[in-house]
């Protein structure tokens, strides 16, 4: 068999064709022979075939490719110069690792400083959410993948709060919520007159 090609590269399927061997009584089978990691598969099509699908392939692994044919007396061509493949890298799925160690500073009647420590990812983080709860209501605000703090004002004293933050990537992955970090209020200044 001639001109092995690859088309419809994926990073977990392909498709591999040839052009058709010729015989003088005819060509009944195709054997294909798939290299991975030094590990050898044999797969076989009929002689009418001229490609096969391959799926659940492995991202960012090098394949190598062989054809051979063969005729309904069982005899067999050589195989094919083989054909040497690369699937690409597929898309990002793992999501950053959860931030830790959080804390709280300059911590007043109605503001605070909440910080993190950064967290890691394969690529790279782009965003941290974070949640603060009071009186069982959430809210979320988000600051860019390089901010490792946020200002919290006009907060109510003598009230508690909890924050928990996650870490984003480009590809939408999210690490799960950090454990949460509590914290109250003090009572503010006294401003009332007797």
């Not at 690792?97 to 790279?124: F, I, K, Y």
């Amino acid at each position: 068999p001639q001109r092995l090609a690859v088309n419809n590269l994926t990073h977990e399927s392909l498709d591999l064709s040839w052009d058709a061997s010729t015989d003088n009584v005819g060509v009944t089978v195709y054997e294909i022979q798939m290299t991975v990691n030094g590990q050898t598969q044999t797969f076989r099509v009929g002689g009418n075939v001229l490609s096969r699908n391959f799926t659940n392939l492995t991202e960012n692994t090098h394949y190598q490719f062989a054809v051979r044919a063969g005729d309904a007396a069982g005899n067999f061509s050589a195989f094919s110069t083989p054909l040497e493949v690369t699937t690409p890298r597929g898309p990002d799925r793992t999501p950053p690792s959860v931030p830790q160690r959080l804390a709280v500073n300059n911590l007043t009647h109605e503001s605070l400083d909440l910080s993190w420590q950064a967290s890691t990812d394969n690529v790279g983080v782009t965003e941290y959410e974070i949640q603060m709860t009071v009186n069982g209501q959430p809210q979320t605000f988000r600051v860019g993948g390089n901010v490792l703090s946020r200002d919290f004002t006009n907060l109510t004293e003598n009230t508690r709060y909890q924050f928990a933050v996650r870490a984003g990537d480009a590809a939408g992955n999210f690490s799960a919520l950090s454990t949460p970090l509590e914290v109250t209020t003090p009572r503010g200044p006294d401003r009332t007159p007797p």
